[in-house]
């Protein structure tokens, strides 16, 4: 690269566009080119720099590229859009099969997209690398419509060019919106046991072994059982046993039915074994357990 200014203070090489010194190639506020046409002349790689009041768009559509943006490094092995904010220090390396573009804007227009989206985060000024996914064709189509428009001067140019930039400034905002909503879902811990405890309510009277859950949930058993802990502060097969013992209080304090129905009713093989199953967990027999709350109808058994 050519020598260039540095950052007070940091070291780093403060560039306008790639290392160049000249000004803007027209008077637009957006520069577009396409990835290799300025990586080659580098050996594919930008060393780390910063620019003077600009941000930039990087589309990286096919290929491999290393990414250093504020320190933190990505590799990019699909189809994703990396937000460069104004003054951050940035480098790349790319693939020699690299495909895609790079779009420089300058910072009165960073300014009027993020006014534009007046209900959208500061996307723009953070920077961000999201995969483009289902959404290929259409970021295609619009970098390829930008790189399009920005080389033809034509009737309408900036409108368009403005326009073009907008829906895919628009399209950066609403991945870091999706991003953050996922970031305040339940950690999966929380989900793994929300889902366990539902298939408990479902199986509980087939006595279902923990591992044919931790089957069902598609994690090891050793894992059920550690964020069982973790959430209900027991584990899987403790939960499994409490979730038996509170439907047998509730059969024997809210119905007639015999201690043998109830046995029946959820799924023990035998009488003797579900009442020895009982007394332990509750230190009484079912029906010590029954003629103890017999007189009473203000007991409450809760889920």
Known sequence: MKQAARARGHGVPVFKLFGEHAGWPTPDLIHCESIPERSHLHDWEISLHRHVDLGQLLYVQAGHAVLDVEGEVREIGEPSIQVVPPMSVHGFRFSKDIAGYVMTLATPLIDWLQDSLADAPPSLRQAGCYPVGA???????????????????????????????????????????????ELWRPERSQMHVAAFTRLVEQHYREHWPVGRYASELAITSAQLNNVSRRVLGQSALEHLHQRLLLETKRNLVYTTMTVA?????????????????FRRLEGASPTQFRQRHARSGLQHLEA
């Not at 970098?143 to 900036?158: K, L, M, S, V």
């Not at 400034?169 to 909503?181: D, G, H, M, N």
């Not at 023990?268 to 009442?275: G, K, L, M, N, T």
């Open 135 to 181: 959404d290929k064709g259409y970021v295609d189509m619009l970098c390829e419509r930008i790189d399009r428009e920005y080389a033809t001067p034509a009737p309408g140019r900036d409108f368009v060019l403005h326009s073009l930039i907008g829906a895919l400034a628009s399209w950066v905002c609403r991945q870091q919106l999706q991003r953050r909503a």
């Open 261 to 277: 129905q109830i046995s029946d009713l959820l799924g023990f093989s035998e009488v003797a074994y579900f009442s020895r199953f």
